[in-house]
């Protein structure tokens, strides 16, 4: 069973770290989001630990910075521990959680603990909605970056402009992904708050889109009155979410000329996209995308206008998101496979994203798309079967590959399977097939595949680890 949110608060987290140096215990430490609050914590001064159960690039950098990570989990780890910082995924019995339970260590929550890092900043730009995020995350950072205004950022992916997570840097720009998932975004302070998009997901803890809809409000409201929710007028449930919103309200949406951002005269090379964006009418820059997809015209826009209400010039937005090039498992070239197909690696994981995905990758000029996909988690996949279904059957000149459903920190108590969704894909006329091993998924694609060919590995489990497989 996942851990739940603790909604301390930073003042109340500011007053546990008072008095100078603190030991700080991150369960979870190699987390994409995790790691990059440990390094804020040792640069502000404290003495940070960690547990992850495996090595990865992730840890092998924390701990050249000093942060001593243990990959095998021990009650004795959190001895004199002054707090410990833990992700909602892991389990109530983690031995280092629950000893520090035992011991009165407090807990808390990453994004609790989130929270009150960004806190201290002057400007915070949080960026939610179920698709997206990573992307305009990255894409903001460039911006800021580029324009010389040395944000820091937590990201949910690799950014490849800093090829990491996360980006350090001074104290007036705090940029960041506001993850839904168990209402977690309710516990960052935005200044400015983003919502790309809003539909059904996260099955397991959102069970209609009322609750949806009134948890990104809540999001929209911790700005505060002064603040700024910068929202995506094209999106229905976006704006029911945005409605009684008391700050200033901005809106941005690709080809809707009455949004206070508009991008427009979209136009495509190699799935690569060309815009205008405007700001009340009047032209503000050009843009040349370097990333596929039509979905980056809206994820490019959204950045662009934050950065705008920033201050930030049309010239130097138009300058990085044209040097953009994108972030670790978005539609990311990984080499070749020993049949000479080219190895793409992709997160999406919902349908609107595997869509969109699918879309971008029939633009990119390969005779035949080899999509290997893993489902992930049972809740999701029997609850958007049928969308499933629809997206992966968009495939318009290659096939299916299904791995195994991901099963996160879900028992299958749905009766759902891979198995299922290959066959109601098969009966909509588009190949497909369940292949259980990654060994056998990567003979299969090299035994059929071609030099002119693509390689789609895409979910949000361990489905990357079918790529060493193929080369």
Known sequence: MALQNTHLGADTIEKMLSGGAKKIFFAGIGGISMCSLA?????????????????????????ESGITVYYEADPAHVEGC????YTVAMPADNPEYAAAQRAGIPCVSRADYLGYLMSGYGCRIGVSGMHGKSTTTSMLE???????????VSCGARMMS?????????????IFEACEYMDSFLDFYPTIAIILNIEMDHVDYFHSMEQIHASFHKFLKRTGPS???????????VMRAAQGYTGKLVTFGVEESEADYCADSISFQKGCARFTIRHKKTPLCSVSLHVPGAHAVCDALAAAAAAHLCGISGKDISQALASFQGLGRRMELCGAARCGAAIYSDYAHHPTEIAASLSAAAQMGYDRIFCVFQPHTYSRTSRLFHAFTDA???MQQGEIVLAPI???????????????LSDAIVQKGVPCRFIAQFQDIAAYLNEHGSEKDMFLIMGAGDIPKVIPYLQ
């Open 39 to 63: 390094r804020v914590t040792q640069l502000r001064g404290h003495i940070v630990s960690g547990y992850d159960r495996t090595p990865s690039d992730i840890t092998r950098q924390l701990a």
């Open 82 to 85: 002054h707090m410990l910082v």
């Open 142 to 152: 460039k911006v800021f970056s580029d324009a010389g205004l040395d944000p820091t």
């Open 162 to 174: 800093q090829n990491s997570t996360h980006r350090i840097g001074g104290e007036e720009y705090f």
């Open 227 to 237: 603040g700024i929710a910068l929202v995506n007028c094209c999106d229905d449930d």
């Open 392 to 394: 992966l059957s968009n």
């Open 406 to 420: 991901y099963s996160a920190r879900e028992v299958n108590t749905y009766g759902v399977s891979a198995e299922r």
